[in-house]
């Protein structure tokens, strides 16, 4: 069932490359895979996906050791000062920095371990109150103050659009992304690149990529339906 699911998002995927005129070489599927056991994720590492997303530390944690070490983990979720130290060694990205307290706690820890750590800054883009992620606004000022840690290494923006019916009602969203990643990138700042966009979801990610997504995260269109119960 994993493969045809991952048959089917990778279609979709080059449909939307296709249709936005772009190459599939610029687009890289994240297989979202918190909640689910290694042995789901094996089985989509053996259909060659190597780009696993977990919105927990502990999860990267347990799962690391299990795994193949050519796995790039990418932490997408909200990120404790407290666990920063457990997971930069082990996240080949952190998507989901939205303060400069947590950029700090990063820089810290990076230094004790001599790490560049390349992360993405998490904007707000619909200014949703039950989501975490610094306001449009605020960004270009978080970016700039973020930029002046030695061991960080900023590569663009991530959002989580709306949960939406429709995937189109997103993509006034996902245009407003690309255009405060272009216009942080017009200000030429030190250690900033603008070359990553983490955006669109199982609902969103065809639209996404549409106006501009470099990076996808996908979890339920390839594992199935989450259960949280367990
Ligand atoms: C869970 C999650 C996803 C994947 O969501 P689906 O709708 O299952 O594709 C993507 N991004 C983040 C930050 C998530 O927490």
Redesign the pocket.
Known sequence: MLKENLAQVEKNIEAACKKAGRDRSEVTL?A?S?TKPVSMLQEIYDEGIRDF?E?KVQEIEAKYPELPKDIRWHM??HLQRNKVKHVIDKACLI??VDSYRLAEEINIQAKKKNLVIPILVEVNIADEESKFGISKEDAMELVKQISELENLRIQGL?T?AP?VEDPEENRTYFRGIKQLSVDIASKNIDNVSMNVL?MG???D?MVAIEEGATIV???????G??NYNK
């Open positions: 994240v979202v918190k997303g919105n997408i979720g998507h989901s991530m989580i949960f983490s979801m199982t609902g990610y995260r996908v979890g339920t269109g390839i594992f339906a989450r």
